[in-house]
Protein backbone atom coordinates (compact mmCIF):
# COMPACT_ATOMS: atom_id res chain seq x y z
CA UNK A 1 0.00 0.00 0.00
CA UNK A 2 1.44 3.55 -0.63
CA UNK A 3 0.10 7.09 0.14
CA UNK A 4 0.15 10.11 -2.53
CA UNK A 5 2.19 13.00 -1.92
CA UNK A 6 -1.23 15.01 -0.89
CA UNK A 7 -2.67 12.72 1.51
CA UNK A 8 0.95 12.64 3.33
CA UNK A 9 0.97 16.95 2.94
CA UNK A 10 -2.90 17.05 4.32
CA UNK A 11 -2.09 14.62 7.41
CA UNK A 12 1.15 17.02 8.08
CA UNK A 13 -1.17 19.90 8.02
CA UNK A 14 -3.74 18.35 10.06
CA UNK A 15 -0.60 17.49 12.41
CA UNK A 16 0.21 21.58 12.59
CA UNK A 17 2.30 21.73 9.83
CA UNK A 18 2.25 25.03 7.46
CA UNK A 19 1.82 24.12 3.72
CA UNK A 20 4.88 25.15 2.48
CA UNK A 21 7.05 22.78 5.37
CA UNK A 22 5.17 20.01 4.52
CA UNK A 23 4.89 20.08 0.50
CA UNK A 24 9.02 20.31 1.24
CA UNK A 25 8.92 16.92 3.62
CA UNK A 26 6.60 15.08 1.52
CA UNK A 27 9.19 13.30 -0.78
CA UNK A 28 11.42 12.91 2.45
CA UNK A 29 9.02 10.76 3.93
CA UNK A 30 8.22 9.14 0.65
CA UNK A 31 11.79 8.27 0.12
CA UNK A 32 12.03 6.73 4.05
CA UNK A 33 8.90 4.66 3.38
CA UNK A 34 10.78 2.76 0.34
CA UNK A 35 14.36 2.91 1.71
CA UNK A 36 12.46 0.97 5.32
CA UNK A 37 9.70 -0.95 2.84
CA UNK A 38 7.65 -0.26 4.98
CA UNK A 39 3.63 -0.92 4.17
CA UNK A 40 3.01 3.41 4.13
CA UNK A 41 -0.49 3.53 6.38
CA UNK A 42 -1.59 6.23 8.76
CA UNK A 43 -3.82 6.09 11.37
CA UNK A 44 -4.83 8.10 14.19
CA UNK A 45 -5.79 6.51 17.85
CA UNK A 46 -9.11 7.08 20.20
CA UNK A 47 -8.06 10.82 21.97
CA UNK A 48 -10.20 12.62 24.32
CA UNK A 49 -8.10 15.86 22.63
CA UNK A 50 -10.03 17.94 20.58
CA UNK A 51 -7.91 16.88 17.39
CA UNK A 52 -6.35 13.60 17.07
CA UNK A 53 -2.47 13.38 15.53
CA UNK A 54 -2.08 11.50 12.70
CA UNK A 55 0.53 8.99 12.89
CA UNK A 56 2.64 6.35 11.09
CA UNK A 57 3.37 2.43 12.17
CA UNK A 58 6.30 1.53 12.79
CA UNK A 59 5.81 -2.00 11.69
CA UNK A 60 7.33 -3.25 15.17
CA UNK A 61 4.89 -6.24 15.91
CA UNK A 62 6.01 -7.07 19.32
CA UNK A 63 3.36 -5.36 20.53
CA UNK A 64 0.91 -8.25 21.12
CA UNK A 65 -0.48 -9.96 24.01
CA UNK A 66 1.74 -12.93 23.10
CA UNK A 67 4.43 -11.09 23.80
CA UNK A 68 3.32 -8.64 26.26
CA UNK A 69 4.67 -9.81 29.85
CA UNK A 70 8.13 -9.85 28.67
CA UNK A 71 7.42 -6.42 26.83
CA UNK A 72 5.00 -4.19 28.61
CA UNK A 73 7.66 -3.98 31.49
CA UNK A 74 5.62 -4.06 34.68
CA UNK A 75 2.33 -3.43 33.18
CA UNK A 76 -0.46 -5.82 34.61
CA UNK A 77 -2.61 -6.52 31.63
CA UNK A 78 -6.25 -7.44 31.91
CA UNK A 79 -8.05 -10.32 31.42
CA UNK A 80 -9.39 -10.68 28.12
CA UNK A 81 -7.00 -8.29 26.69
CA UNK A 82 -6.72 -8.16 22.42
CA UNK A 83 -4.41 -5.62 21.41
CA UNK A 84 -1.94 -3.03 23.41
CA UNK A 85 0.10 -0.39 22.02
CA UNK A 86 -0.17 3.23 20.36
CA UNK A 87 2.56 6.06 20.35
CA UNK A 88 6.13 5.31 20.48
CA UNK A 89 5.38 1.90 20.36
CA UNK A 90 3.94 0.84 17.20
CA UNK A 91 3.62 3.83 15.78
CA UNK A 92 4.54 7.66 16.08
CA UNK A 93 3.74 10.88 15.18
CA UNK A 94 4.10 11.46 11.30
CA UNK A 95 5.31 15.17 11.88
CA UNK A 96 8.02 13.70 13.61
CA UNK A 97 9.16 11.45 10.88
CA UNK A 98 8.96 14.06 8.68
CA UNK A 99 11.26 16.11 11.37
CA UNK A 100 13.90 13.39 11.77
CA UNK A 101 13.75 13.00 7.25
CA UNK A 102 14.72 16.81 7.29
CA UNK A 103 17.46 16.54 9.74
CA UNK A 104 18.85 13.18 8.48
CA UNK A 105 19.38 14.59 4.78
CA UNK A 106 20.67 18.08 5.96
CA UNK A 107 23.02 16.46 8.13
CA UNK A 108 23.78 13.10 7.19
CA UNK A 109 23.52 13.42 3.22
CA UNK A 110 20.84 12.64 0.97
CA UNK A 111 21.86 9.21 0.77
CA UNK A 112 21.29 8.80 4.99
CA UNK A 113 18.75 5.89 4.34
CA UNK A 114 21.65 3.41 2.93
CA UNK A 115 23.71 4.02 5.49
CA UNK A 116 21.34 2.86 7.93
CA UNK A 117 19.60 0.43 5.57
CA UNK A 118 19.93 -2.60 8.04
CA UNK A 119 18.47 -0.78 11.16
CA UNK A 120 15.32 1.07 9.22
CA UNK A 121 14.77 -2.44 8.26
CA UNK A 122 15.02 -3.39 12.03
CA UNK A 123 11.26 -2.89 12.70
CA UNK A 124 12.49 -3.21 16.84
CA UNK A 125 14.94 -0.55 16.41
CA UNK A 126 13.91 1.67 14.28
CA UNK A 127 12.05 4.28 16.56
CA UNK A 128 16.13 3.92 18.60
CA UNK A 129 17.26 5.38 14.74
CA UNK A 130 15.17 7.97 14.84
CA UNK A 131 15.53 8.94 18.15
CA UNK A 132 19.49 8.90 17.82
CA UNK A 133 18.89 11.33 14.54
CA UNK A 134 16.09 13.71 16.20
CA UNK A 135 18.59 14.52 18.84
CA UNK A 136 21.04 16.07 15.88
CA UNK A 137 18.93 18.76 15.07
CA UNK A 138 18.94 20.29 18.73
CA UNK A 139 21.95 21.99 18.31
CA UNK A 140 23.33 25.81 17.86
CA UNK A 141 26.30 26.16 15.36
CA UNK A 142 26.88 22.52 14.31
CA UNK A 143 29.16 22.35 11.82
CA UNK A 144 30.16 18.36 11.36
CA UNK A 145 28.85 15.02 12.37
CA UNK A 146 30.43 11.76 12.57
CA UNK A 147 29.98 8.57 14.34
CA UNK A 148 31.67 8.86 17.96
CA UNK A 149 34.79 6.69 18.70
CA UNK A 150 35.10 3.60 20.87
CA UNK A 151 35.70 4.70 24.62
CA UNK A 152 38.07 3.80 26.78
CA UNK A 153 36.32 1.46 29.25
CA UNK A 154 33.07 -0.46 27.08
CA UNK A 155 30.76 0.42 24.15
CA UNK A 156 30.22 3.38 21.57
CA UNK A 157 29.18 6.66 21.83
CA UNK A 158 26.06 7.48 19.38
CA UNK A 159 27.43 11.21 17.66
CA UNK A 160 30.46 13.49 18.22
CA UNK A 161 29.72 16.98 17.30
CA UNK A 162 31.96 19.78 16.21
CA UNK A 163 30.46 23.22 16.75
CA UNK A 164 31.53 26.69 15.07
CA UNK A 165 32.94 27.64 18.73
CA UNK A 166 35.61 25.21 18.15
CA UNK A 167 33.79 23.14 21.34
CA UNK A 168 33.78 19.31 20.81
CA UNK A 169 29.88 17.79 21.93
CA UNK A 170 30.08 13.73 22.88
CA UNK A 171 26.28 12.47 22.62
CA UNK A 172 25.40 9.28 24.21
CA UNK A 173 21.62 8.91 23.14
CA UNK A 174 18.45 6.95 24.83
CA UNK A 175 15.02 6.07 24.33
CA UNK A 176 13.19 4.86 27.73
CA UNK A 177 10.78 2.95 26.40
CA UNK A 178 10.07 2.00 29.85
CA UNK A 179 9.19 5.26 30.83
CA UNK A 180 5.58 5.31 29.09
CA UNK A 181 4.38 2.77 32.12
CA UNK A 182 4.51 6.13 34.44
CA UNK A 183 1.42 7.85 31.75
CA UNK A 184 -0.80 5.43 33.30
CA UNK A 185 0.92 4.62 36.99
CA UNK A 186 2.18 8.08 37.80
CA UNK A 187 2.81 7.09 40.83
CA UNK A 188 5.92 5.23 40.09
CA UNK A 189 8.96 6.68 40.65
CA UNK A 190 11.27 6.44 37.83
CA UNK A 191 13.50 4.40 37.04
CA UNK A 192 16.69 3.40 34.61
CA UNK A 193 16.88 6.78 33.25
CA UNK A 194 20.88 6.75 33.27
CA UNK A 195 21.81 3.71 32.89
CA UNK A 196 24.76 2.75 30.97
CA UNK A 197 26.02 6.60 30.33
CA UNK A 198 28.82 7.11 31.81
CA UNK A 199 30.78 3.98 30.75
CA UNK A 200 29.84 4.89 27.50
CA UNK A 201 32.38 7.89 27.60
CA UNK A 202 36.03 8.41 28.45
CA UNK A 203 36.71 11.38 30.57
CA UNK A 204 36.74 14.53 28.18
CA UNK A 205 39.04 17.39 27.37
CA UNK A 206 38.56 20.96 28.40
CA UNK A 207 36.69 21.59 24.96
CA UNK A 208 35.21 18.56 24.87
CA UNK A 209 31.68 17.44 26.73
CA UNK A 210 29.78 14.22 27.69
CA UNK A 211 26.25 14.86 27.10
CA UNK A 212 23.75 11.94 27.49
CA UNK A 213 20.67 13.02 25.93
CA UNK A 214 17.56 11.36 26.91
CA UNK A 215 14.04 10.92 25.54
CA UNK A 216 11.20 9.94 28.38
CA UNK A 217 7.76 9.38 27.85
CA UNK A 218 5.84 10.93 30.77
CA UNK A 219 6.77 13.99 31.31
CA UNK A 220 9.72 15.97 33.08
CA UNK A 221 8.27 15.63 36.73
CA UNK A 222 9.81 16.28 40.36
CA UNK A 223 10.40 12.81 40.66
CA UNK A 224 12.80 12.77 37.37
CA UNK A 225 14.51 15.82 38.67
CA UNK A 226 15.30 14.14 42.02
CA UNK A 227 16.54 11.36 40.00
CA UNK A 228 18.97 13.17 38.06
CA UNK A 229 20.09 14.73 41.44
CA UNK A 230 21.16 11.37 42.88
CA UNK A 231 22.69 10.34 39.78
CA UNK A 232 24.77 13.47 39.77
CA UNK A 233 26.23 12.85 43.46
CA UNK A 234 26.94 9.29 42.54
CA UNK A 235 29.87 7.84 41.13
CA UNK A 236 27.68 6.44 38.30
CA UNK A 237 27.95 9.90 36.82
CA UNK A 238 31.28 10.75 36.41
CA UNK A 239 32.10 10.60 33.18
CA UNK A 240 28.97 12.26 32.15
CA UNK A 241 29.22 16.77 31.94
CA UNK A 242 25.66 17.31 31.33
CA UNK A 243 22.19 15.60 30.77
CA UNK A 244 19.65 16.68 28.18
CA UNK A 245 15.93 15.12 28.65
CA UNK A 246 12.96 15.49 25.77
CA UNK A 247 9.53 14.60 27.04
CA UNK A 248 7.13 15.07 23.82
CA UNK A 249 3.56 15.28 23.64
CA UNK A 250 3.44 16.32 27.24
CA UNK A 251 0.69 17.87 29.44
CA UNK A 252 0.12 21.42 30.02
CA UNK A 253 2.43 22.75 32.57
CA UNK A 254 5.05 20.18 32.26
CA UNK A 255 8.23 21.26 30.49
CA UNK A 256 8.79 19.69 27.23
CA UNK A 257 12.79 19.30 27.81
CA UNK A 258 15.50 20.06 30.60
CA UNK A 259 19.13 20.35 30.42
CA UNK A 260 21.54 20.11 33.71
CA UNK A 261 25.09 21.01 33.23
CA UNK A 262 28.08 20.70 35.14
CA UNK A 263 30.95 21.29 33.60
CA UNK A 264 30.57 24.21 30.56
CA UNK A 265 29.13 26.86 32.58
CA UNK A 266 25.84 27.04 30.38
CA UNK A 267 27.85 27.06 27.23
CA UNK A 268 25.89 23.72 26.34
CA UNK A 269 22.74 25.36 27.65
CA UNK A 270 23.22 27.96 25.30
CA UNK A 271 24.09 25.50 22.20
CA UNK A 272 20.89 23.69 22.92
CA UNK A 273 18.27 25.02 20.81
CA UNK A 274 14.33 22.95 20.82
CA UNK A 275 12.29 23.51 17.09
CA UNK A 276 9.33 24.85 17.82
CA UNK A 277 8.27 21.82 15.74
CA UNK A 278 8.96 19.47 18.04
CA UNK A 279 6.30 21.21 20.51
CA UNK A 280 3.65 19.95 18.55
CA UNK A 281 3.28 16.48 19.11
CA UNK A 282 -0.46 15.74 20.50
CA UNK A 283 0.02 11.97 21.47
CA UNK A 284 -2.25 9.58 22.87
CA UNK A 285 -0.39 6.90 24.34
CA UNK A 286 -2.58 3.58 25.09
CA UNK A 287 -2.13 0.31 26.61
CA UNK A 288 -4.09 -1.33 28.41
CA UNK A 289 -4.66 -0.98 32.47
CA UNK A 290 -7.32 -2.82 34.82
CA UNK A 291 -10.73 -1.94 35.06
CA UNK A 292 -10.32 -1.27 38.86
CA UNK A 293 -7.26 0.89 37.89
CA UNK A 294 -9.06 2.86 35.29
CA UNK A 295 -12.13 3.38 37.74
CA UNK A 296 -9.31 4.79 40.58
CA UNK A 297 -10.27 1.78 42.73
CA UNK A 298 -6.32 1.18 43.16
Known sequence: MSLTDLEIAGALQHNGYDEVTALHRVPLIQKFFKA????AQLTAHPSLRPRRQIEFFTGDTKWNVDNADVIAERIALPAKTEWMGGTWLDTAPLTYLARVCDIASRLLGNDWTAKFQKRLLNRGELLDLLNEI???GCWKGLQRVTPSPRAEVSGDNDWSLEMENGLNLKLQVKRRRSDLIRLSHPTIPPYGLFDKLSKRFSASSK???????????????????RALDDYFVSDTSKNVDAIALWSPGVAEGVPSCFLRDRKSGGIIRGLFDLDPVDLIYDTANVHPISRSEAAGDE
Open 207 to 225: AQFNVGVITIYAGITDSVL
Open 36 to 39: AQLD
Open 134 to 136: WWL
